[in-house]
């Protein structure tokens, strides 16, 4: 009779990783940096241990305090948009990002192996805490996690190339559109009429904002102030 192995050894196994990369593939992720991010990233570390099961599964989970890890394929769709700003694409690589919600710090893992600098801003200092002990091991040197007003934020780091945020609201705050630079891009989730959130690229060029309206996506809702 074989014997089982214990509850979460298998998840530090790369085959892991390796089948849902293959699934982002199949989902349409195509750009080989995320796919190769996405699968070096060991999401099980973010999670609840009672999750750790479901950590590779194409699920959001709850992380507490009302927040949630979004699943794999939205954080792979977010980082591949994000890549395709134009600063990033006559570059070849993405400068400094600032994402608006750390969460448990697992986006933020994912783009340290996408940007030059990630600048992180959450406003909940439970989360602000926990992401700082989920990312402590890595020794990411290009992360810089903040505890305050996502919806201000972070001037002292702008012009960004790009911004990602993991909350939606009924509009942009103008912070965000004013500290990103010129061929940057802006990846956030926005809400409409009827109360539906799509997710909204904007494009900053020299002539202004172009934005584009792309699928719908269900995140948790943008607020301001630190709790």
């Not at 002990?133 to 780091?157: A, C, I, T």
Request: charged share 15%; glycine share 12%; net charge positive.
């Amino acid at each position: 009779m074989p014997v089982s192995a214990p509850v979460g050894v298998g998840l530090d196994s790369a085959a892991v990783r390796a089948r849902m990369v293959q699934r982002l593939v199949s989902a349409g992720i195509s750009s080989p940096l995320v796919l190769q991010a996405m699968g070096a990233v060991e999401r099980h570390r973010f999670v609840d241990s009672a999750l750790v099961n479901q950590a590779y599964e194409d699920t959001s989970l709850p992380i507490g305090l009302g927040q949630t890890i979004s699943k794999p394929s939205i954080v792979a769709r977010m980082a591949e948009l994000l890549l395709g700003a134009e600063i990033a694409r006559e570059s070849g690589v993405l400068g400094r990002v600032l994402e608006i919600g750390t969460g448990c710090g697992y986006q933020a893992a994912v783009l340290s192996r996408l940007a030059r600098e990630v600048y992180s801003m959450e406003r909940l200092r439970g989360l602000h805490d926990r992401a700082r002990v989920n990312l402590r091991p890595l020794h990411l040197m290009n992360v810089h996690l903040m505890l305050g007003d996502g919806m201000l934020g972070y001037p002292k780091g702008a012009p960004y190339a790009g911004i990602i945020a993991a909350a939606g609201g009924a509009s942009l705050p103008t912070d965000w559109c004013d500290q990103l630079a010129i061929g940057g891009r802006l990846v956030a989730p926005t809400v409409v009429a009827g109360g539906q959130q799509v997710l909204l690229v904007v494009d900053k060029t020299a002539h202004g904002l172009k934005q584009s309206v792309l699928e719908s996506v269900h995140f948790v809702p943008l607020k301001s102030g630190i709790a």
